[in-house]
């Protein structure tokens, strides 16, 4: 990778990975992370990895980010107003943050790993050196993610479907439960709707 | 490798058949759930259990085998992996019994919650046998993702969203933490395997900035996990707002799973290099033992008392972990499995006086149930006690061992404020008992009627409590025959290792 | 030529904005954001310490790290929808019935 | 070094413009082709100063359709919808276009050539992953039209590009299957592998063509294309009777010609994949590098060049054809409704793309042994 090359790119990604955490609008940021996700696809092409490069294209910004633009229509989520309050511990997280970035950079500035030390082989990163990999020493790593994706299938329709109709018309076991600890932090909550219907 | 050989592959189905009966269970679950409605969902609880069955008788040829590994290192064959998938067992077969009534009552999705249930076994069971660190982070992620999933399952009440949101958020947000130590870890030895790594941190590269940060962000990632201060924000909240039986479960099934990876590579195969990383786990052990036994005592909800005192026990495991050594592994294996029964009987009580979708979780709630529920109330009782380490419970010999690690491994002060704080402790465990006892119920107090689920939960806990409490010889013998064959893939590989040099 | 570590280092900070995403934004979905921004970083780091070893197995790694993105962001996402459902809000702070 | 990167450019340079060609063809196509259908005339009334009638030519409708109406569409008001988020509604469509276009690089329209002394392939780029690359920039085409539909701040438009935006997420997924048949079989990612693995014959006869080994995979490539470019039967992202017109109600002018044209350089897109996947891409039957050789054994000499056009020539002939065919199609099927456009392809395409994946394997190892 060439010194212009990689200035430009990571300027692009760190510009954007900045622009996801500070746009106000939802789907800004979501364009942020995108561009992002793209880079880094470029990225892992120019290191040698291109199959992984395109499957980061196709699965993770193709398709995952997709998911994230649905549920933000879906709810409508509506760019923040500023936010109020908070400072201190935002800029607590910003400095551990900071702190913890700051760590690692010095430790990458320590190891030794110029380009030139390992030459890798015409076969490194093609599709059929990383089947071999996936199908012999990761055979039970890959036999597990298949079941991992099966439980995020099961669970995210468990959450997401229509909630089943209520057979008895008895009190809902959410007001229930609020009013049984003694905490009526229902009341405020019926106003707020009823305000807004 | 860049030539496809299965051939070369070490396949060995035995270790996996446990696995495999789980995972079948829950899909069997999952398609017979399929017309079956929330509110009679009692008979995939059986299936579950059947299978949960199955997979114990299973998991018996693997005890007593000598430690080996299979699938290229990625699986590990010993008593200590059979430990484990013993207890998780144990625990989801509990936790299913304890759900029985719970589940229709609360109209969870019953298909869903079994199979799910079963899932995040699955999870903790792929951890506890693990022997690379990819294989660990998918495991580990199978079971956060079933459990967060699990603890937003009554979806009519915001607190368990809540829950739900809390520990995906946290819980997702640790998860990066333990990827990028991985990386770390996997940059600095240029292997994922554990016995590799361990010799690399034994060997010259053990001061390599690259391999201590990972171990660092490891530690962090685990720490979430099995909620250690400072990384325990996320515990009361979701043990509160989650459904009881759940919440028996993360108690317990999580800090298996999670202790199981975490054990085994700290303190099996980092354990020679304990140098780098004990004095760390002492404060935290410290922290975490003093926090959550502190704001314990200002708990007014049960399950959220109950969520700081799994913190503290938390803290207790870490004791023995800063320890180190092979006495403190044997001891730290046997507190898991006391605390496993402990927590599970007293989750059950708290789930037992729930009904009809009606939460019962504050202490308030439990005025006068000595008269209303005399059995309940006593049950609660033993579990407060072993909790709280009187003897002759389990809670008490699991503590004495540890801490017993602790001192003749010379950590003085710690062992100091490790018992200061069960004293503490003791203060608001037994301030339960006292308004069980001695205040005034209600007027008209809820019937709770025997169910045969509820039961069976509650004598299986009281059972291990007690047994474990009377006569722990033999679960003592289990527990250090399980870390010291763990402990012999160490000396395998540095003998090896040897060969080779 | 750019030394590997350049890449790395780019990763660790990418990294460090996802944490501070997480930790300073309120906005739920903007939170799941971050962590993806987290594993994201972990992958590039993956790939980065992979290529200076010359081993595949850092890009095999980076294929789970894929799918288990996938898998969190779709649970997440679920959990978002069931909660906005009872709350009608998605900034994290308005989630207190319990204490944080 | 500077003479390979002319290459490069000159060969980008023209892949670009036989596309916009082409989209504009089909274009002309369309109308035309419509017209024939339904009986009717069509556009046949802008000519040049009446040069057409006055030689007593029937009107084709070309100055309609190739000059006065992109000129129309381009000097239009831009129109901006009120609360519209402007840079977002400024930059779809060309999000939408870009990655169609780009998508072109990576297909080989000839065998290589050598001019000059330089070897020259017919593909403006080689990247060994090409069928990934394919795949990927498809997958990144959701994004110009679910932000196009967001942008503009209209329910209509919101609603068209979620339809869209679910649609081309799930045929990607058969699309993918149909891909990983094709690349299983030719044991290649390369396209012009791909395309080179097709000349020949099979019985001294059959032409060793895709879709002679795939034709469930060339089936469902043609469903899923056709639904991921959003035209009849799959256009409910612009169901005009129920969304005005989708995710492009609110544009206008030139913004609105650019979706017209990521419209047909999809249609373009999706025939050229085929073609080369399935039916030879620039392979003509019987002929091989020094000219035909018949079934019947008769061998008709050619020289290198001419083999080398005839390769081209194929190529856009094939491609025509397919174009004309799902052109054909739109105005044939009437539109599907949502729930059986996702029901078509999760519950009938993915499981018969699975099967078909199955099937492969289990034949490629069969004859492996």
Known sequence: MTAWLFGFLATLALVSALGVILQRNPVHSLMALIVTLLVTAVFFIALGAVTIGFLQAIIYAGAIMVLFLFVIWLLNIQAEEREAGHLALKSFGALAAAALVAELLAIAGRAPAPEAAVKPSPAYGTIATLAAALFSHYLIAFEATSLLLLVAIVGAVALARRMPRRRSTAASPAAASVSATGQDVSAPEVSRRAASA | ?501 | ?100 | ?369
């Open chain 4, 1 to 369: 070094m500077f003479i390979d990167l002319l290459i490069g450019a000159v060969k980008a340079v023209v892949v670009l413009l036989l596309v916009l060609n082409l989209t504009a063809l089909l274009l002309w196509f369309e109308r035309k082709g419509s017209a024939l259908i339904q009986d009717r005339v069509g556009a046949n009334r802008a000519n040049l100063l009446g040069l057409g009638a006055r030689l007593g030519m029937p009107n084709l409708g070309l100055i309609n359709t190739l000059l006065a109406d992109p000129v129309k569409l381009f000097t239009k008001e831009d129109f901006v919808p009120d609360g519209a988020d402007r840079f977002l509604h400024w930059l779809a469509p060309f999000l939408a276009l870009f990655p169609v276009l780009v998508t072109f690089a990576v297909v080989p329209i000839g065998d290589a050539v050598t001019i000059a002394g330089h070897r020259i392939v017919l593909q403006a780029a080689s990247l060994h992953d090409d069928a990934l690359y394919v795949l990927a920039t498809i997958g990144i085409g959701v994004y110009g039209i679910a932000l196009g539909g967001w942008a503009s701040n209209n329910r209509w438009s919101l609603l068209g590009g979620i339809r869209a935006s679910a649609q081309m997420i799930s045929y990607e997924l058969a699309m993918g299957l149909g891909v990983v048949a094709v690349v299983m079989t030719f044991g290649t990612l390369s396209l012009q592998e791909i395309c080179r693995s097709q000349g020949g014959v099979w019985f001294g006869w059959l032409p060793r063509w895709g879709i002679f080994v795939q034709p469930v995979a060339f089936l469902m490539l043609l469903a899923a294309g056709m639904a991921e470019s959003k035209r009849v039967p799959f256009d409910l992202p612009e169901a005009e009777s129920e969304l005005v017109s989708g995710y492009f109600t609110e544009y206008s002018g030139s913004k609105q010609a650019v979706f017209m044209m990521t419209d047909f350089a999809e249609v373009a897109l999706i025939a050229v994949l085929l073609t080369t996947f399935f039916l030879g891409g620039w392979q003509v039957p019987y002929l091989y590098r020094d000219g035909f050789i018949l079934p019947g054994g008769v061998h008709w000499a050619l020289s290198g060049p001419a083999v080398a056009i005839l390769g081209v020539i194929s190529f856009f002939i094939k491609t025509l054809v397919l174009c004309c065919l799902q052109l054909l199609v739109r105005w044939t099927l009437p539109r599907f409704r949502y729930d059986q456009l996702m029901r078509f392809g999760w519950k009938f395409l993915v499981p018969v793309g699975l099967l078909n994946l199955v099937a492969t394997a289990f034949v490629i190892v069969l004859a492996g042994h």
């Open chain 3, 1 to 100: 030529m750019v030394p590997i570590s350049y890449v790395f280092g780019l990763s660790a900070a990418l990294f460090g904005i996802g944490v501070c995403g997480v930790l300073v934004r309120r906005n739920i979905i903007v939170m799941i954001m971050s962590i993806e921004l987290m594993l994201n970083a972990a992958n590039l780091a993956f790939v980065a310490l992979g290529r200076s070893l010359g081993s595949t197995d850092g890009q095999v790694i980076v294929f789970f790290v894929i799918t288990v993105a996938a898998a969190e962001a779709a649970v997440g996402l679920a959990i978002v929808i069931s909660i906005f459902r009872s709350r009608e809000t998605a900034n994290a702070d308005e989630f207190n019935l319990m204490r944080w």
């Open chain 2, 1 to 501: 490798m860049n030539h496809f050989n299965p051939g070369a592959l070490d396949i060995l189905w035995l270790p996996l058949v446990p696995l495999i009966v789980v995972a079948v269970g829950a899909v069997v679950v999952l398609l017979a759930g399929v017309r079956v409605s929330d509110d009679d969902s009692e008979g995939l609880g059986w299936i579950a259990l059947a299978f949960l069955g199955a997979a114990l008788l299973f998991t018996l040829p693997l005890i007593g085998q000598s430690s080996s590994t299979a699938f290229a290192g990625a699986i590990a064959i010993d008593n200590y992996a059979a430990y484990f998938e013993i207890t998780v067992i144990l625990t989801a077969a509990v936790t299913v019994l304890m759900s029985l009534e719970y589940a229709p009552d609360f109209r969870l999705a019953g298909a869903e919650y079994y199979s799910l249930l079963l899932f995040a076994a699955l999870g903790m069971m792929l951890m506890a046998a693990a022997g690379d660190l990819i294989v660990i982070f998918l495991g580990l992620e199978t079971m956060s993702i079933a459990v967060y999933v699990l603890s937003g399952l009554m979806r009519q009440d915001p607190r368990s969203n809540e829950a739900a949101m809390k520990y995906f958020v946290l819980g997702a947000f640790s998860t990066g933490f333990l990827l990028y130590g991985i990386a770390l870890v996997y940059g600095a030895t240029d292997t994922i395997k554990l016995g590799p790594i361990a010799a690399a941190l034994a060997g010259a590269k053990g001061g390599s900035p690259l391999l201590l940060a990972g171990l660092g962000l490891l530690l962090v990632g685990f720490g979430f996990k099995v909620a250690a201060v400072p990384f325990h924000m996320w515990t009361p909240d979701v043990y509160e707002g989650a459904p009881t039986p759940v919440t028996a479960f993360m108690a317990v099934g999580i800090k298996l799973g999670a202790f199981a990876a975490f054990l085994r590579i700290f303190l099996v195969y980092f354990g020679a290099a304990a140098t780098h990383w004990n004095q760390v786990l002492w404060v935290i052990a410290a922290l975490t033992m003093t926090t959550g036994n502190l704001v314990a005592l200002v708990q007014g909800n049960i399950k959220r008392m109950l969520a700081y005192s799994a913190i503290a026990h938390a803290g207790y495991v870490l004791v023995g972990m800063t320890a180190a050594g092979a006495q403190a592994g044997s001891a730290v294996l046997f507190y898991l499995l006391a605390y496993a029964f402990t927590n599970l009987g007293a989750f059950s009580v708290v789930a037992a006086l729930e009904r009809r979708g009606e939460r019962r979780d504050a202490i308030a709630d439990y005025r006068g149930l000595a008269l209303s529920h005399p059995g309940l109330a006593a049950l609660m009782v033993v579990f407060l006690l072993s909790l709280t380490g009187v003897p002759p419970l389990a809670g008490f010999v699991g503590k004495f061992y540890v801490f017993s690690a602790a001192l003749n491994a010379g950590y003085v002060w710690l062992t100091i404020i490790a018992v200061l704080n069960s004293v503490v402790s003791a203060y608001y465990y037994l301030s339960v008992v006292v308004v069980m006892y001695m205040t005034e119920g209600e007027a008209r107090p809820i019937a709770v009627q025997a169910q045969p689920g509820m039961v069976a939960a509650l004598a299986l806990s009281l059972i291990g409590t007690v047994m474990i409490g009377v006569y722990p010889g033999p679960y003592m013998g289990a527990a250090s025959s399980a870390f010291k064959s763990a402990l012999s893939h160490t000396q395998v590989s540095s003998r090896q290792l040897k060969l080779r040099g």
